[in-house]
């Protein structure tokens, strides 16, 4: 259905009487603001979302709900990971899942990897699929995604190894797959907040984020991942590190632990960012530490911008049959608002 046209910015806006740190009397305002005509969204529900899930899905279901996210006018997404199967058994179908997925050539398919043994794999896999005659001028993906944490404690708990050792490996990593010419993101977990350091130094992940553009590439992730950001944070933090960042494309990955992932992505609009991951269904979260669950759902991001008057190129009616499909599958009602209330209804 047709959507209202939205309004017009009002004028500035300022609230008074609130109390600042020091005591005095403190005044916010509301600044107009320009937000991004059009968004970006990486649907990673079919690996963020499955690996946490504690009962392993079907391949042939996994290979369902792709091939029908595929076509809801998501134009990237996220199948699968190359991490060891008695890591996270429920990838250790990643060989099989791309093998079987029927993908348009108009979506990036891309994959995420831990380090150069996953790399190995992958890279392999991409020639044996390449080769067969059969599936035509697809590859298996197009894209790959590396990965670490902005604090010490957590990318120890994570991967067992110290940031240092981490971005030594990556870089070797990200190197590998340009030369391949893949298409290469760096991840940044608990970019905003660590549940076991606390604060994270801002200065430390565009350190962080500097070394993974100096080593290929080509988008940098921010992660919230455990929902720990909040909207003033994300918009003065998205300043400072897209300054650092000219030429990279800086990516939103905020997790609705807390309930704050809409609101967070509107002060990274507000902030010029226009490029996001978000899982169906509100899959996923983070299994470092236990209960730190809740990626921001796909269809709910949806919804809000396409209400704002912000094109993504995405069905939002063809993304919920894919939740639905999804809760059925799982067996267990999702977190999805949208899912639920269903989608705002202008009749």
């Known amino acids: 259905m047709a959507r209202p046209k939205p309004s017009e910015p009002e004028a500035p806006i300022t609230a008074t009487g609130s109390v600042a740190e020091d005591g005095t009397a403190a005044e916010y305002k509301l600044r107009r603001v320009t937000l991004p005509a059009t968004v970006k969204i990486r649907e990673v529900g079919p690996r963020d979302g499955f690996q946490n899930e504690p009962e392993v899905i079907p391949t042939e279901r996994k290979v369902e709900l792709i091939d029908a996210l595929a076509r809801t006018g998501i134009k990237r997404l996220e199948v699968t990971s190359f991490v060891r199967p008695d890591v996270i058994p429920q990838l250790a179908d990643a060989t099989e899942v791309l093998a079987r997925i029927d993908v348009p050539e108009d979506v990036a398919v891309s994959v995420l990897i831990p380090n150069e043994r996953g790399l190995d794999r992958a890279l392999a896999l991409r020639e044996e ?3 067969d005659a059969a599936r035509g001028a ?3 993906f197009d894209e790959v995604n590396v990965f670490l944490s902005a604090s010490e404690t957590h990318n120890q708990k994570n ?3 110290s940031i240092a050792e981490s971005l030594a490996g990556l870089e070797v990593v990200l190197g590998r797959a340009r030369a391949q010419g893949l298409r290469c993101e760096g991840v940044i977990s608990t970019a905003f907040g660590c ?3 606390g604060h994270v130094q801002p200065e430390r992940v565009l350190e962080i984020a500097v070394r993974l553009r100096e080593a290929g590439a080509q988008e940098i992730g921010f992660g919230d991942t455990t929902g720990m950001a909040n909207p003033r944070q994300v918009r003065e933090l998205f300043a400072l590190w897209r300054d650092g960042l000219p030429g990279v494309e800086l990516t939103a990955h905020f997790h609705n ?8 992505v509107l002060a990274a609009l507000g902030a010029g960012i226009d490029s996001y991951e978000s899982s169906f269904g509100e899959l996923g979260g983070c299994p470092v530490p236990a209960g730190a669950t809740g990626n921001i759902a ?4 949806v919804s809000m911008l396409h209400e704002m008057g912000i094109e993504t190129g995405i069905d939002l009616d063809a993304l919920l049959e894919c939740a639905r499909r999804a809760q059925e599958i799982i067996g267990r009602p999702l977190g999805s608002h949208t899912l639920v209330a269903g989608p705002v209804d202008w009749h």
């Open 298 to 301: 796909s269809e709910d991001l």
């Open 159 to 161: 991967v067992n190894r």
């Open 257 to 264: 632990t807390r309930g704050q992932g809409l609101a967070n």
């Open 138 to 140: 697809r590859p298996a």
């Open 129 to 131: 699929l390449g080769a």
């Open 195 to 197: 549940p076991y350091e």
